[in-house]
Every structure is written in C-alpha cells, then in structure tokens.
C-alpha cells in the first residue's frame, strides 16, 4: 500500500522519433526497497517528478550515442540523466528553470564527477529489457 508521500507512479511512457529504436521497454523497479538495490542512492528523493537514474542510462545504451555526442536535457530537474550521461561517458549540457532544483542537480553532478570515474562506461545493476 502506497503511504502519503508515495507520488511516483507505477509506469511511465516515453516517445522518441530516434529511427532506430522502436518499441523497447525497459524494467525497472523503482519504488520502495527496489531502488536502494539498483544503486539509486539508496532511494534518495531530490525531485518530485524525478527519473531513475538506471532508466536514463538505459535509455542512452538504447539510443547507441556515438562517444563524442552531446546530451541537451531543457528539464533537467535533479540531474538523473546528468550523472548518466557522466557514467556513460558523454557530454551533458542541462537547462533547469527553478533556482533550487538547479542547486540540487549541481551539487549531485559536482559530487558525482569529482572523483572520476574507475571504469567508463559501466554500468551496475542495469534494468532489464
């Protein structure tokens, strides 16, 4: 049972006019003890509408982005494809409107990028297709 500050739903759909992918799905659980064993900092809420990190690395394996691509996100709320981006290797640019969600995604992205990383381009606990 969903308690009072359980808003995220239970699916979401996504468009792209991308030529090359046509009806993936991806699965991913996201709610609840679930997103504490995907890696999603231990279920941490920055956003109310935010994505799982998980699902926006899926989606950019999904896309095949060639390495020197640059990923323009105009909502880009906390930052979860911001550190994406970061784990996959390619360039990020993110535009976000509201002075305090901006704050959050900077400081998740600075803290994300300062160390490095150990091993580009890998991911843990990816969602399954």
């Known amino acids: 049972a969903a308690g009072p500050d359980d808003s995220f739903v239970d699916g979401e759909f996504a468009w792209t006019n ?3 992918v046509k009806r993936n799905v991806c699965r991913f659980l996201w709610k609840g003890v679930a997103c ?8 941490r809420r920055y ?15 999904t896309l095949a982005l060639p390495a020197d691509a640059l ?30 969600h901006y704050a959050t995604a900077r400081e998740r992205l600075t803290r994300e990028t300062a160390q490095g990383l150990l091993m580009p381009n890998a991911e843990s606990e990816a969602p399954s297709e």
């Open 71 to 100: 990923v323009i996100d105009p909502f880009m709320g906390s930052g979860s494809l911001g550190v994406a981006c970061h784990r996959a290797g390619l360039r990020y640019l993110g535009v976000e409107i509201d002075p305090e």
């Open 18 to 20: 991308h030529a090359g």
């Open 47 to 61: 956003h109310p509408t935010q994505k799982p990190q998980g699902v926006c690395s899926w989606c950019l394996r």
């Open 36 to 43: 504490v064993k995907a890696g999603e900092e231990n279920g």
